[in-house]
């Protein structure tokens, strides 16, 4: 009975999973929407809409393109570039309620550099990779398929889009900042230039390495101190030194993150529990600091709930663990007595 439950299939279609994980990954688990603010429903209604149509997108055209986790990460960028530079202009806005400090550290001809640097990294791995990884974790039997249509993926393209352009003028008026057009402009073609490199980059990079892969364990550690570093690193800067250093940080950290990945072929069965292992490890800071926030007075929205998400999280990936594992555990058996006869 316990093995039928672990095996059995998700009734949830991977695409609803991936549209749903998304948004409560980039915006409830990390607080900037605390559940008062994400649950509201023309809140999550947007939120949904823009994340979740933006990963289910990029996750296709990976697929669509036979490409791996660097092209994913890519186009992760892309992503985070198009909410944050095109949408609500937090990219250039002086006047981003998020900013604190940064807006005027790193803040150079009308771009918020450093602000700009760590969210598209933040996008780049929490809003879509991350979330793309576990959903294909949770539905193996379709990790290499097309989990939309044709149609559909027209109409996310087009929710995406519409989303982006209300949003646009929103937060504009809103904020009385209208950014320049030649930043603006910017922002498009660092979109361009990262889909274009997703698109470009060799299928086989971060695949076929002989270097036997260390223990899931060892990655979990590795990957928890990258997510500390990562968010510890961002926050202290305007603290600690020039915002030039504060960007070559973030290119130290992205460059240490392509040596791990380009190190192991993550697109091999028995390498299931190492990517659920880097996940959850990225994820282990957030959820940790999620409980936190709820005691944190000095914020003026509403955080009551923000432990809840924590548990959530932390037993869904225990959940996700689990499964993972006993998949593991069936295809090495069934490898045993195929070898057998």
């Known amino acids: 009975m316990k093995q039928n439950m672990n095996n059995r299939k998700l009734m949830l279609p991977p695409a609803v999973a991936l549209?749903?994980?998304?948004?409560?990954?980039?915006?409830?688990?990390?607080?900037?929407?605390?559940?008062?603010?994400?649950?509201?429903?023309f809140n999550f209604g947007l939120l949904a809409s823009l994340y979740g149509s933006g990963a289910v997108i990029m996750r296709e055209l990976r697929i669509r393109w036979k490409k791996g986790v660097g092209s994913l990460l890519l186009?992760?960028?892309?992503?985070?570039?198009?909410?944050?530079?095109?949408?609500?202009?937090?990219?250039?806005?002086?006047?981003?309620?998020?900013?604190?400090?940064?807006?005027?550290?790193?803040?150079?001809?009308?771009?918020?550099?450093?602000?700009?640097e760590m969210l598209t990294i933040y996008h780049a791995v929490y809003s879509i990779t991350i979330p793309v990884l576990l959903v294909e974790l949770a539905y193996p039997e379709r990790r290499s398929e097309r989990w939309i249509s044709n149609k559909a993926f027209a109409f996310l393209l087009g929710l995406l889009v519409l989303v982006v352009v209300l949003g646009f003028f929103l937060f504009s008026t809103l904020m009385n900042y209208w950014t320049p057009l030649l930043q603006y402009l910017l922002g498009i073609?660092?979109?361009?230039?990262?889909?274009?490199?997703?698109?470009?980059?060799?299928?086989?990079?971060?695949?076929?390495r002989e270097k036997k892969p260390p223990r899931p364990l060892v990655l979990w550690i590795v990957s928890s101190v990258g997510g500390l570093a990562f968010f510890i690193g961002f926050w202290s800067s305007p603290h600690?030194?020039?915002?030039?250093?504060?960007?070559?940080?973030?290119?130290?950290?992205?460059?240490?993150?392509?040596?791990?990945?380009?190190?192991?072929?993550?697109?091999?069965?028995?390498?299931r529990m190492h990517v659920f292992a880097f996940c959850s490890g990225a994820l282990t800071f957030m959820i940790l600091f999620a409980a936190l926030q709820e005691l944190d007075k000095n914020r003026t929205d509403v955080?009551?709930?923000?432990?809840?998400?924590?548990?959530?999280?932390?037993?869904g990936l225990f959940w996700l663990g689990r499964r993972v594992k006993h998949q593991k555990t069936l295809e090495l058996s069934d490898s045993k007595v195929l070898n057998s006869g």
């Open 240 to 271: 600690l030194f020039p915002w030039p250093a504060a960007m070559m940080y973030g290119f130290i950290l992205i460059f240490l993150m392509a040596r791990i990945i380009a190190r192991y072929d993550w697109s091999q069965c028995p390498n």
């Open 75 to 116: 186009l992760g960028a892309a992503y985070g570039v198009i909410e944050e530079g095109l949408m609500v202009t937090s990219f250039f806005s002086p006047y981003w309620v998020d900013l604190g400090p940064m807006a005027v550290y790193g803040r150079w001809i009308d771009v918020n550099w450093v602000w700009a």
């Open 189 to 208: 073609g660092l979109v361009a230039a990262f889909v274009y490199l997703a698109r470009k980059l060799p299928a086989p990079w971060g695949h076929g």
């Open 303 to 315: 955080t009551a709930g923000m432990t809840v998400v924590a548990v959530a999280f932390a037993v």
């Open 19 to 41: 549209f749903l994980l998304s948004p409560a990954i980039g915006e409830l688990l990390s607080g900037s929407s605390p559940p008062a603010e994400f649950f509201n429903p």
